[in-house]
């Protein structure tokens, strides 16, 4: 082909026989078209191939698809030959095996002139796939240690720092590149003056027992600024158990650890009735303790205009004395023109500055060089003072001399004002300021008055502990306005589902404490129960619907503890069981626990066997139209006697079944018994046009619900116009798919739906739209208070104009007096039901109300 002569099999066999088998290294031999001449057996194994299988072939096989067509030129100088490049020096490459599978080569290339017309190329193959993982691996980590924003730091067992990335550099301003600090004791260099040389010991024993160290610590940067930081430590052991590195995490957490230590200082002061002008000392000295740099300063503004001093306790006396008493106006230095301007005034150098004309003398002569001010505010936006930082040397504001600035005005305002507003005071010291709930000072202090109470009386109370269920989860997901406005919504429902002797308090964080007084713990785990469906209701966060849930635990007094720390504590340890026992539970706290779960357990027992064995009953209650003095059709209501445990209420027992999965089974008998009295009362002639089930939102998720309705409607030989299913406003929170598509079967049918309570849930106006109801039914705690709140009648009116606007019938339910049934009258509701006629009945005894009330009926008119 071109003039060579393609050395054979034999001729490579010839001259390098069985030596190229004995070496764990591939060889590859091949001539200058790439034509694979031999394939020894460490090569097999790397690239898959069989021997057979390559001889005679492109060596481009092994390369990967994009790359194959730069071997088909065969190797001459100047084609850009993928291997010839090669020659020039060993290089690492991707190869394909056999099964597909990529790995990383190392390949050497020479050149063997086997005599003047055959030359042979040798490639060495190493396989140094795992190497390029570590180090792709050791990149990887590489840049995740450098280009984090944390600062991470690493010392040998001893404390010295043998390793730290650019943040940690970058937090304590060392200079790139430079390893200056490296060998050095960590803690002296981060805490300088606030290391305590016993310290080391201390936590390098804790170190080599195991124990990770956190804590929260003032470390100082180059510029000598503190910074407040959370330092996490983990140590590392070799493999014989010896301490050879820590690693150290550093977080910047300044701005909260100011206004924590500031905040907690003051306020604590404030609380215990401390003089305004020694809480005024404490800041000063806190913020000269954070801030070595600065003398702080406060003085007050009198009736008269003129600078009062409260606190200096770095400034020189005499300069105090010299500015007490001083008229404030414009061109009295930083404070008085600040205070008269009412804006921050900054003295960058008080000798050339105009406002210290004349005056800065009283300054420079005391060695304060510059002078920084902000006016104090009332609520009202009155100036009651002045905040300032003072300077030793020319000086202008810093960010963090500023963030000092703010909490500290905002706290001297909370101070002064103390006297005209002690209301704010108190709320501060002792009510959560985002959801107005008692915090844990005033928590404690209540509930230690209702323990003390009971002690006296020999009542018992339960104290519940509440954690909100992945409430994390909320505030990382759609952030954290959402998760204050998740925490504010949780404590409106806690407030509405307590007792006015009850006590509601936010703890911190997702934390809540409900003290019920007086209950057992029978009423407890019911009330507990409510407090749970109330708190699950579905709510909208930032455009997405969510259903809350929590764990609660609860322990009961006196039996559980005689005080509320301990209460409290065996409350938490329960909340914690049942945290770990699946979320959206509660637990009492010891054996108190077991009883209620046995109860429980018996009580779901006792439903069961009410189901199977007929123990459930419905009664009745009517539905009257008005304006034809006539029966409208009756609503089916589940009653449950049991033998020994005597009348369960529906919301408990139904509830239940909810829980624990029965509510179909509930339902459908429901169903089925309603539609066969309803037949029956059809063939004893008894007038009932209809009648209507309460049906739960989660048979909706059932797409067979509509056959079943349609399979009992004719084996009782009813129509479908005959049933109305009554659904709560919880189906408008459904996310649940199947649930629309079920409604519009059901409705599909021809049976009517009704939207039962409305007005006390979600009352979407534009999901309500989109659902295929027939009628609502105004909730009976409008109807309780139409008589006597104005609000209440103009709701059941605009709830009605509602109904008709959307062409829907409107129920009025829980009508109990005359009067109530004559304003809904006027109002033009047409169909009511309630106590004023009759509660729900057994049919036997329905049929004998029929009787009595039609004829009163008939003589009325």
């Not at 018992?460 to 989860?473: G, N, S």
């Not at 909320?474 to 006590?503: C, F, K, M, W, Y």
Request: net charge negative; hydrophobic share 40%.
């Amino acid at each position: 082909m071109n003039g060579k002569r393609m050395a054979s099999a034999d001729d490579i066999s010839r001259l390098f026989g069985s030596a190229m088998e004995q070496i764990d290294v591939g060889v590859i031999l091949f001539d200058d078209e790439n034509r694979i001449l031999h394939f020894n057996r460490a090569m097999e194994l790397i690239s898959g191939w069989p021997r057979a299988e390559v001889l005679g072939r492109n060596v481009g096989l092994l390369a990967p698809p994009a790359m194959r067509d730069r071997y088909d030129t065969g190797l001459h100088p100047g084609t850009g030959n993928r291997i010839h490049q090669l020659l020039n020096q060993p290089r690492e490459v991707q190869l394909i095996r056999k099964d597909g599978q990529a790995c990383w080569i190392g390949v050497a290339l020479s050149q063997l002139h086997v005599d003047d017309h055959c030359a042979v190329h040798m490639a060495f193959i190493r396989d140094v796939t795992v190497p390029r993982q570590q180090q792709e691996r050791t990149r990887l980590l590489s840049l995740g240690f450098d280009h984090t924003d944390s600062a991470v730091l690493i010392t040998d067992g001893e404390g010295r720092i043998v390793h730290f990335n650019t943040g940690f550099a970058q937090m304590l301003g060392l200079e790139p590149g430079k390893d200056t600090v490296l060998g050095q004791p960590a803690l002296p260099l981060l805490l300088r003056q606030d290391y305590a040389p016993a310290r080391l010991p201390r936590d390098l024993a804790r170190l080599r027992a195991g124990e990770h160290l956190r804590s929260d610590e003032r470390v100082y940067g180059g510029d000598g600024e503190p910074l407040w930081c959370s330092i996490t430590t983990n140590p590392i052991f070799d493999d014989y158990g010896t301490l050879v590195n820590l690693v150290s995490v550093l977080t910047d957490i300044t701005h909260s650890k100011i206004h924590e230590v500031l905040q907690n200082r003051m306020l604590d002061a404030m609380v215990r009735e401390v003089p305004t002008a020694d809480i005024m000392l404490l800041l000063c000295r806190e913020v000269e303790h954070i801030a070595p740099q600065v003398i702080a300063s406060v003085l007050r503004v009198d009736a008269e205009g003129r600078l009062r001093t409260l606190a200096g306790p770095s400034l020189p006396q005499a300069y105090s004395d010299s500015i007490d008493g001083v008229m404030i106006g414009p061109r009295v230095g930083s404070c008085g023109t600040a205070a008269w301007c009412g804006q921050t005034v900054v003295a960058s150098d008080i000798a050339s500055d105009p406002n210290w004309e004349g005056i800065r003398h009283l300054a420079l002569d005391h060695g304060l060089a510059a002078c920084w001010s902000t006016p104090i505010k009332s609520s009202d936006d009155r100036v009651l003072g002045t905040f300032a930082f003072y300077y030793r040397q020319p000086h202008a504001p810093d960010p963090f001399h500023q963030l000092l600035v703010e909490v500290s005005v905002h706290l001297c305002a909370l101070a002064l004002e103390r006297e005209e507003a002690r209301s704010r005071i108190r709320k501060l010291a002792f009510y959560d300021d985002l959801t107005g709930l008692p915090n844990r000072n005033l928590l404690h202090a209540q509930a230690d008055q209702a323990i003390s109470a009971a002690r006296t009386t020999g009542n018992v109370l339960a104290v519940l502990f509440i954690d909100l269920d992945r409430f994390k989860q909320v505030n990382d997901s759609l952030g954290h306005p959402a998760g204050d406005e998740l925490l504010r919504t949780i404590a409106r429902r806690l407030q509405e589902e307590v007792g006015p002797q009850d006590i509601v308090g936010r703890l911190a964080g997702d934390e809540f404490v409900v003290v019920l007084t007086p209950c057992d713990a029978q009423a407890a785990a019911e009330r507990t129960e409510r407090i749970q469906r109330r708190l699950s209701r579905s709510l909208s966060l930032a455009d997405i619907a969510l259903r809350p849930s929590a764990s609660i635990g609860i322990s009961v007094f006196p039996h559980d503890g005689p005080d509320m720390e301990t209460l409290l504590h065996r409350a938490d340890m329960a909340m914690y069981q049942a945290k770990h026992s699946g979320r959206n539970g509660f637990r009492f706290f010891s054996h108190e626990m077991d009883k209620v779960a046995q109860e429980r357990l018996a009580l779901e027992a006792a439903l069961r066997e009410a189901l199977e064995d007929g123990g459930l009953q419905l009664h009745y209650q009517p539905q009257i139209n008005l304006q034809e003095h006539s029966l409208h059709s009756v609503e089916a209501l589940a009653r449950w006697r049991h033998p020994t445990l005597g009348q369960i209420p529906p919301g408990r027992f139904i509830a239940l079944a909810e829980e624990c999965g029965l509510i179909g089974d509930l339902d459908q008998w429901a169903l089925r018994t309603a539609c066969r009295q309803l037949a029956r009362w059809r063939r004893q002639g008894v007038g009932v046009p209809s009648i209507s089930v309460n049906l739960s939102p989660t048979n909706f998720h059932n797409l067979d619900l509509p056959q079943q309705i349609a399979q009992i409607l004719q084996a009782e030989a009813l129509a479908p116009a005959d049933l109305t299913v009554e659904i709560t406003e919880d189906v408008l929170l459904d996310n649940n798919p199947a649930t629309l598509c079920t409604l519009e079967a059901v409705r599909a049918l021809g049976v009517r739906l009704s939207m039962d309570d409305f007005g006390t849930g979600y009352s979407s106006l534009s999901y309500l739209r989109q659902l295929p109801i027939s009628e609502l039914k105004l909730d009976r705690s409008f109807v309780c208070d139409i008589e006597h709140d104005a609000v209440a009648a103009a709701l059941t009116r605009a709830i009605l104009h509602i109904g008709h606007s959307l062409q829907l019938d409107v129920v009025a339910e829980g009508v109990e007096s005359a009067e109530q049934l004559r304003l809904l009258g006027e109002q033009g509701y047409r169909v009511v039901q309630g106590f004023h006629f009759t509660p729900a009945l057994p049919a036997e005894q329905l049929c004998a109300w029929l009787q009595q009330w039609r004829p009163a009926t008939s003589t009325a008119d």
